[in-house]
């Protein structure tokens, strides 16, 4: 099995990319749909300041990019748009989420992820390359065999 310190790697380069802890809530909010910088601040208990530096680290680091709108009457403003990779992230925060909602309770009511086609209740989990279900305790962490040159 890999040490701690090599499986730790991935990891530790996301949560470098992500930034600050405040980086995942902007980020939460653009899966949830939210593309305006005023409805970010509206939505999330940061200031200002903090949510236009994290959407623009999260531009620079390509989960977002910005798209311009006009509003009739208005001038051209931008709004923040996923990137493919951003919207990649989605069954992590989506993980977290519901990892907090089953271990640390919440004061309001949980979101729930609903599959649109038969209205189900979705949960991330563990699938093999088969398409079947495995239990967590039946999943081994191990390191990729390094391709042939």
């Known amino acids: 099995m890999a040490s701690s310190s090599e499986v730790s790697c991935s990891v530790e380069r996301v949560l470098t990319l992500l930034g600050p802890t405040s980086s995942l809530l902007v980020m939460r909010e653009a899966l949830w749909g939210t593309r305006r910088f005023d409805q970010f601040v509206e939505r999330l208990p940061l200031t200002e300041a903090t949510v236009a530096a994290r959407l623009r680290h999260l531009v620079d680091v390509g989960l977002l990019t910005k798209s311009r709108y006009v509003e009739a009457g208005q001038r051209p403003r931008e709004e923040y748009v996923l990137t493919p990779m951003g919207q990649d992230l989605m ?45 967590p305790e039946s999943v081994l962490l191990t390191r990729a065999p390094v391709p042939a040159i």
């Not at 309770?105 to 699938?127: E, F, H, N, W």
Request: charged content about 15%; glycine content about 14%; overall charge negative.
């Open 91 to 135: 069954p992590v925060i989506i993980g977290l989420m519901q990892w907090g909602d089953q271990h640390l309770g919440s004061d309001c009511a949980p979101m729930q992820v609903i599959d649109k086609a038969t209205g189900q209740q979705v949960r991330l989990g563990y699938v093999n390359e088969s398409g079947e279900q495995v239990p």
